[in-house]
C-alpha cells in the first residue's frame, strides 16, 4: 500500500511505490510470481525511504508534520491503549471534537489520555474544526484532568493543532482565559504527565495541553510559538516563498533535535523509516514504549515532588540578560 504524501521531496517514493503496486497487480491477475523481481525494489524502497527522511529541511519537517496521513490521536489511542472510554462535553457550553479524551489502559495500568484531533478527509476536518481548539475543547481537557487527579490517575496528552481557533464564537467564550486556566492549573496537578508533539504544535493552543513533567515529540513533529507562515509574515513580509518560509522555518527552531538541545523536550521518540505515516503501528509501538517508561518513573514521586519539578522545569526554559 502507498504510503507517500505526495509532497515534492516524496516523489522519488511515490513513484517506486507505484511501480511495485503495478508489478503486484500485474503479478495476480496473471497469477505469476515476481518475488524476485519485487525483493530488491522493496529494498531499494526501504533505503530511499530513509535517505530522504535522514536529510529533511526545517520546513519539509513542518510539511511531514501537517500531514493528515500521519497518525492523529485517534489511532494512537487505537494502536498504543486498550478499553479506551471517551468523556465529552466540559459541562459549560457543549462538546468540542476538536479535543478528544478519556480514560484508558497502557501497559494494563488506567490513564487519563487527552490529545487534539484533525480530520483526514473534508467531513471530518469540517467536524473536528481542522483540530483547531474553541475554549469548551480547553475546559473539557481541563475537566478530564481534574477527573484523573481525583482517582489519582495520570494524564497522557497529544498535541497535535495549527493553534486555538480564533474566531468571533471562541473570542466570546474567553479562549485566552481558557488557556491560561489551563497552564495554570497544569501547573500544580498532583498527579503525572506527559505531553507528546506527534504533528504540529502551535502556540498557545499546544502550550494548552503541555504543560507537562516530561514533554516527548515523534522524530518529525514541530513545536512553535508560531506557524511559520505567520513569522515569515511579520519578519519578511512574505508568507508564500518557498525560501521565506524556509528560513523561517530555520530561524524558529521548531524542530526535535532542536528542542532536544534547548532543553524545551525532554526525548525524541524515533519514527519508522519514512516517518510515522509509513508505519502508524510501528510509530504506536515505539510511542507506547517510552510513555510507560517515562510514566513509571513519575509514579515514584511524591504529589509535592512532582508539582515542584514541573514548576522549575518551565521556570528554566529561555534566556535572558539583565
Not at 119 to 124: A, F
Not at 232 to 242: E, F, R, T
Not at 267 to 281: C, F, L, N, S, T
Amino acid at each position: 500500500m502507498a504510503t507517500a504524501t505526495g509532497l515534492e521531496f516524496e516523489k522519488p517514493i511515490a513513484e517506486l511505490e507505484k511501480q511495485i503496486d503495478e508489478l503486484k497487480k500485474m503479478a495476480g491477475d496473471r497469477q505469476l510470481s515476481v518475488a524476485e523481481e519485487i525483493a530488491p525494489l522493496e529494498q531499494k524502497l526501504v533505503d530511499l525511504r530513509e535517505e530522504v527522511y535522514r536529510n529533511l529541511t526545517p520546513f519539509q519537517r513542518v510539511q511531514v508534520a501537517r500531514n493528515n496521513k500521519r497518525p492523529f490521536t485517534a489511532d494512537y489511542i487505537r494502536l498504543a491503549f486498550t478499553d479506551f472510554i471517551e468523556l465529552r462535553g466540559d459541562r459549560a457550553f457543549r462538546d468540542d471534537p476538536a479535543i478528544m479524551g478519556g480514560w484508558a489502559r497502557l501497559d494494563d495500568d488506567t490513564v487519563m489520555v487527552i490529545g487534539h484531533q484533525r480530520g483526514r478527509d473534508t467531513k471530518e476536518q469540517l467536524k473536528r474544526n481542522f483540530g483547531m481548539p474553541h475554549p469548551e475543547g480547553y475546559r473539557k481537557a481541563l475537566r478530564l484532568m481534574k477527573l484523573a487527579e481525583k482517582f489519582h490517575v495520570p494524564v497522557v496528552t497529544f498535541i497535535d493543532t495549527q493553534g486555538a481557533w480564533a474566531g468571533l464564537g471562541a473570542e466570546e467564550r474567553g479562549q485566552s482565559e481558557a488557556i491560561a486556566r489551563n497552564l495554570y492549573e497544569m501547573s500544580q496537578l498532583q498527579v503525572p504527565i506527559v505531553a507528546t508533539v506527534v504533528g504540529e504544535g502551535g502556540s498557545g493552543g499546544a502550550l494548552a495541553l503541555g504543560v507537562a513533567d516530561r514533554v516527548l515529540m515523534m522524530e518529525n513533529a514541530v513545536y512553535s510559538v508560531i506557524s511559520v507562515e505567520g513569522c515569515a509574515a511579520i519578519l519578511w513580509k512574505d508568507a508564500k516563498s518557498p525560501e521565506i518560509r524556509e528560513k523561517a522555518a530555520a530561524a524558529l527552531r521548531i524542530t526535535a533535535p532542536e528542542l532536544l538541545e534547548l532543553k524545551v523536550i525532554d526525548e525524541v521518540v524515533p519514527e519508522p523509516r519514512g516517518g510515522a505515516h509509513a508505519d502508524h503501528q510501528a510509530a504506536a509501538t515505539a510511542l507506547q514504549g517510552v510513555l510507560c517508561r517515562h510514566l513509571e518513573e513519575l509514579r515514584k514521586m511524591r504529589p509535592e515532588k512532582l508539582v515542584r519539578r514541573r514548576r522549575q522545569k518551565f521556570l528554566r526554559l529561555g534566556q535572558w540578560a539583565e
